[in-house]
């Protein structure tokens, strides 16, 4: 979440050098729609939050700066591009309602030094496309260097409250998460802590060309067939995969492929060992790569983790990440429910 935040700081501040720029430039009401990609339409404003609009030139800045480079925008599937306008409408309508509320921090706006705001817009001066300038950015903007520090200001105290925010309710989080919660929790839910079936194979790989056709595969086939009745005859099974089989990760361990749990191995396998008892060596199997077999060497039934057992410390830190998810989420719904929010196009609207 907050690798998110960052990229939607940094798109509201290239939106804002478009935004100022029209500023004075927006009509309340238009008598008529403006026609696509002359400037009226651009400056058109498409969203209100209370008191602030947007213009579809600043909405689709945000937008633009919430994706991949421009050269990979054709590569952008549609989902994406929807997921991505989401977040960068939802962005610009949060950080609206929030900086409201960071204005009335006086503590955390003193804390912002002159060399805090230098810095900031030194690091954003290097993201400018080349050949641009901060001097022609700022007089394409309309903006004075007095506007320029009181901008970036602001930027800075919205980003640090927000993560004064996050702090303080991941503390009330922590808090809450403590060994009664996390007890409750494994009560009610048993079998997420359950360790599934484990199986123990040894495997022999043949391979066979794919493009082989009928005559190799049945020779392959009929070679596993010789390895299946000589392992059931009672022939060392390890000895022959370290000698014979062709998955060299395995075969220098005797074929060995360790404890699995069930639901882990290829589709093919988990069919036929499914049916299969310690001892049991199977029918040679036919698969992507060639034919395999294999032999159970044991199994171990699921077993319930006892409530001592499982990590408690791991388990504190995700339902707590849970919990601060909620609570941060519940904390914006807070803010947009008190606030007058006008989605004037489609294009700005939230299904």
Request: hydrophobic content about 40%; overall charge neutral.
């Amino acid at each position: 979440m907050l690798s998110i935040m960052k990229k939607m700081v940094i798109a509201v501040v290239m939106a804002a050098f478009v935004f100022v720029g029209n500023l004075h430039a927006e009509d309340a009401v238009r008598a008529k729609e403006p026609k696509p990609g002359t400037k009226e339409y651009d400056d058109q404003v498409i969203l209100r939050v209370n008191d602030v609009e947007f213009t579809r030139a600043v909405i689709k800045t945000t937008i633009n700066n919430l994706m991949p480079a421009m050269s990979m925008h054709s590569s952008v599937s549609d989902e994406r591009r929807e997921k991505i306008r989401v977040t960068a409408v939802k962005g610009l309508i949060e950080d609206t309602l929030v900086k409201v509320e960071a204005a009335k921090d006086k503590e955390l706006a003193d804390a912002i030094t002159k060399k805090d705001i230098d810095e900031a817009i030194d690091a954003f001066a290097k993201t400018l496309p080349k050949g641009v300038t901060l001097k022609q950015a700022m007089k394409n903007s309309k903006m004075n260097k007095k506007d320029l520090r009181e901008f970036f200001k602001k930027q800075m105290l919205l980003h640090n409250y927000y993560a004064k925010v996050r702090k303080q309710l991941a503390e009330k989080a922590l808090a809450t998460v403590d060994e009664v919660y996390i007890k409750d929790y494994y009560d009610h839910n048993l079998a997420k802590f359950v360790v599934p079936e484990q199986i123990h194979l040894r495997m022999i790989l043949l391979k066979a060309d794919p493009s082989g056709g009928t005559r190799v595969w049945s020779a392959v086939y009929n070679r596993a067939m010789e390895l299946v009745e000589k392992a059931r005859a009672g022939e060392d099974f390890g000895k022959m995969a370290k000698e014979l089989s062709e998955d060299k990760q395995t075969a220098e361990k005797e074929g060995d492929m360790g404890w699995q749990h069930r639901g882990s191995l290829m589709e093919e396998l988990e069919a036929v060992s499914v049916n299969m008892k310690p001892g049991d060596v199977s029918e040679p199997i036919n698969t992507l790569y060639g034919y395999v077999v294999v032999k159970m060497e044991g199994v171990k039934p699921e077993v319930q983790k006892t409530f001592e057992e499982i990590n408690r410390e791991k388990l504190k830190n995700e339902l707590s990440d849970k919990l601060l998810k909620k609570d941060y989420e519940a904390w914006l719904s807070g803010l947009k429910a008190a606030a007058k929010i006008e989605y004037l196009s489609d294009e700005v609207r939230l299904k």
